[in-house]
């Protein structure tokens, strides 16, 4: 025997038969609620009162205000990120390259396809630093002499 179960548009019988149980029986649905939670069923279903504005009330929205002007600088960050933050705010403008080690020793990366960078720097940035590309990082030449360099050629004071 076959049994084939297709959809209807009108609701199944049982639950018909179900909602009528429920709607007989309300009141006593609602007491027992009422008993259980202690008076807090009917309370919740009761329209609440909204509240009303005394007095001013002044609501200001928005993001934080915006600086004037970017004040640039050059930073390398502890993880060896070579990046240019607004000093106004201390928030990131660009990453220009990381320092990494090959072969023992630290050599600057410049933010490039070339050197495998999702996200590299604008064609001018990277003509004006090509030179400092690769430039390996010493005791006399170190990451302090690196970010003043960056800036120079970048025009950062």
Do not use: C, W
Request: without cysteine; aromatic residues 4%; positive net charge.
């Amino acid at each position: 025997m076959v049994e084939i179960i297709s959809k209807r548009d009108d609701p199944r019988r049982e639950d018909v038969q179900v909602k009528r149980l429920i709607e007989q029986n309300r009141s006593t649905i609602v007491r027992l609620a009422d008993q259980i939670s202690g008076g807090g069923y009917s309370t919740s279903r009761k329209p609440r009162q909204k509240p009303k504005a005394e007095g001013l009330i002044i609501h200001v929205g928005g993001g934080s205000p915006v600086a004037a002007e970017a004040d640039p600088s050059i930073r390398v960050s502890i993880n060896g990120r070579v990046v240019s933050v607004d000093r106004n705010t201390g928030r990131q403008l660009h990453h220009i390259g990381d320092i990494r080690n090959r072969g023992g020793a630290q050599v600057f990366v410049l933010a490039t396809k070339q050197n495998g960078f999702f996200s590299p720097v604008d064609e001018t940035v990277a003509q004006a630093l090509a030179s400092l590309d690769g430039s390996q990082l010493t005791a006399t030449y170190n990451e302090e002499q690196l970010a003043v360099d960056i800036g120079v050629k970048l025009g950062i004071a």
